[in-house]
């Protein structure tokens, strides 16, 4: 999919700003994890500035390549093993919270879950990119 550079520039402008937004709400509200979004909205950040310089220099109505075949498939991998370990995972909070095992806040321990899915999600895509 090819996507022109001013359509990806406006993309990364306003999910920053909605990471922003999310950050400075979470604290307000006493949120521990807002930090997490405020490294989130500094990432965007980079990327958007990263993108306005790249479009400045080579124009805006040129285009980037956003999906191809290829990494199309090495997504659904890893998508693929990170669902069925969030399943796993969830699967085993769930049979320790009956038991009363866990003794974690849930909410928490879903937290943890949806983090340690998106690291294994980067680690099989970091094992695919190497594998080629």
């Known amino acids: 999919m090819r996507l022109p550079k001013w359509g990806l520039l406006i993309f990364n402008m306003l999910l920053c700003a909605a990471f922003a937004y999310v950050s400075i709400s979470s604290y307000s509200n006493g949120a521990m994890i807002w930090w997490l979004w405020g490294l989130i909205s500094i990432l965007y950040g980079f990327t958007t500035i990263t993108l306005f310089v790249k479009g400045v220099k080579e124009g805006w109505s040129s285009t980037e390549i956003v999906e191809d075949e290829r990494t199309w498939n090495v997504r659904l991998v890893s998508c693929f093993i990170s669902f069925i370990f969030i399943l796993l995972f969830l699967t085993v909070g769930i049979i320790a919270y009956y038991t009363e095992n866990l003794s974690l806040d849930p909410v928490a321990y ?15 895509q970091v094992v695919q990119s190497i594998q080629k």
């Open 110 to 124: 879903m937290i943890l879950a949806v983090t340690a899915s998106v690291v294994v999600f980067a680690i099989a």
